[in-house]
């Protein structure tokens, strides 16, 4: 697999100089600073392709060109909005760029409650705990049918045996504080969307309110209206990425539940079924999230990987852990549910050239005071990344893959 990085643009503290010592061989990024709901221009495309290229990496992966809301709860200008992300899908690919992940996820991109859950050996990972998740939902968010949603959710068998997630979610309430309250906006709604170009931001006023208008769009939207809104979507960019080489890689919903009230539709193996057989086109393809799809108990993520490697453009390599009573966080990248070794044999296997990038690494070793992204650690991903790569050169030398690590003389 190629080994690529999720850089965040020119403004990253994590240097395209600093990649290349790593040995990181393709770029995976978005134009971070273009508003949502407007076209990516070939100029700006290129200049930072340019930039990118100038260390001897290629653009391998969009991440993410977003899908505004419109698109997905099915607007009165969704028709218009298409045809602007038809356009930066030509402008891409006339720079050469023909990978694009995105997601349809409702509203929130990715959830997390803590961001900085320590682990046995010091370092911290992201970690999502379900009573927080509840109580943010029924007394901050103060969603109209929270509760009940709560007092019927039930985790997949095996787990959170006797666990009454309400119950914990009101006693949580009696210790809560205002600060403790502002600190798990700043972890579901600012920190973890901030930095993915989606609809909330650092600085936003009042990210609880927006949070609520968001929702009342969904209103009257359930699981085969998001299907069939999805569906259109991709028929309707289809022949632009035939005609272009495009291939359009849906990330998984992270974690992989309904939350909210929201229907998510890219959780389970039925789900990925449905979506590459609804729009059959080699193009309508998968970003095959080992981490997202682990947090998922009923994920077999092996399995997921053998059935779905030839419709899979783009993976994402880390891996979870689900503690007995449901709650998760971020495994090793060599341990947890997601078999890191096998997906490798599975992927390099289906093709040596499929981009890969390894995601959420610890914060590790001063990584925590320097302002990364969440989950996007410098030293944290590097550890990762030599891990992965240690499995990548065993895979190809079974293979008969020739391993070549960049930036040395041999
Ligand atoms: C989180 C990321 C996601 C992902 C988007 C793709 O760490 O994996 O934000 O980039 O869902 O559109």
């Known amino acids: 697999m190629e080994k690529t990085w999720r850089w965040f643009g020119k403004k990253d503290r994590i240097t395209l100089a600093m990649l290349q010592q790593i040995g990181v061989e393709g770029i995976v990024t978005a134009l971070h600073d273009v508003p949502l709901g407007e076209v ?41 909005q298409i045809e602007v992300y038809k356009q930066s899908l030509r402008n891409l690919s006339a720079e050469g760029i023909h990978c694009i992940c995105y997601n349809f996820m409702p509203v929130l991109d990715w959830a997390r409650t803590d961001l900085m859950h320590q682990n046995p050996n010091g370092a911290y990972n992201l970690y999502f705990n379900y009573a927080e998740f509840a109580y943010f939902d029924i007394y901050i968010l103060k969603r109209e049918g929270a509760r009940t949603d709560w007092e019927n959710f039930r985790f997949p068998e095996g787990y959170g045996e006797g666990r009454n997630v309400l119950a914990e979610a009101d006693e949580l309430a ?47 939207i359930d699981k085969s209206k998001l299907r069939e809104n999805m569906k259109y979507f991709l028929e309707a960019i289809m022949p632009v990425c035939e005609e272009c080489g495009m291939n359009m890689c849906v990330h998984p919903d992270d974690p992989p539940i309904e939350v909210l009230g929201l229907p998510r539709i890219v959780r389970t193996e039925e789900d990925i079924d449905w979506l590459l057989t609804a729009v059959p086109n080699k193009h309508n393809g998968l970003t095959f999230c080992a981490g ?67 995601d959420h690494g ?12 969440s989950g996007y650690s410098f030293l944290g991903r590097m550890f990762a990344l030599g891990q992965v790569e240690g499995i990548l050169a065993t895979v190809d030398s079974e293979l008969g893959i020739p391993y070549k690590q960049p930036g040395f003389f041999d």
């Open 40 to 80: 990516w221009t070939r100029e700006k495309i290129h200049d930072l392709k340019e930039y990118i290229e100038s260390y001897g990496m290629r653009w391998s992966v969009v991440e993410s060109l977003p899908v505004v809301e419109t698109i997905k709860y099915g607007g009165p200008d969704r028709d218009y």
């Open 174 to 220: 009696k210790q809560m504080t205002p600060e403790k309250d502002h600190a798990l906006v700043e972890n579901i709604v600012i920190k973890t969307q901030g930095f993915v170009s989606g609809n909330f931001h650092e600085g936003d006023e009042a990210p609880v309110q927006k949070f609520r208008e968001f929702l009342a769009l969904y209103k009257g």
């Open 362 to 373: 610890m914060a590790m070793l001063g990584d925590e005071t320097k302002g990364y992204n």
């Open 292 to 358: 997202s799809l682990s947090a998922g108990a009923y994920n077999d993520v092996v399995k997921l990987a053998q059935k779905f490697a030839p419709r899979t453009h783009f993976v994402h390599l880390r891996s979870c852990h689900i503690f007995p009573n449901g709650d998760f966080t971020e495994a090793s990248h060599l341990g947890g549910r997601a078999h890191l070794v096998e997906l490798v044999r599975i992927f390099e296997k289906e093709n040596p050239a499929l981009p890969m990038r390894v």
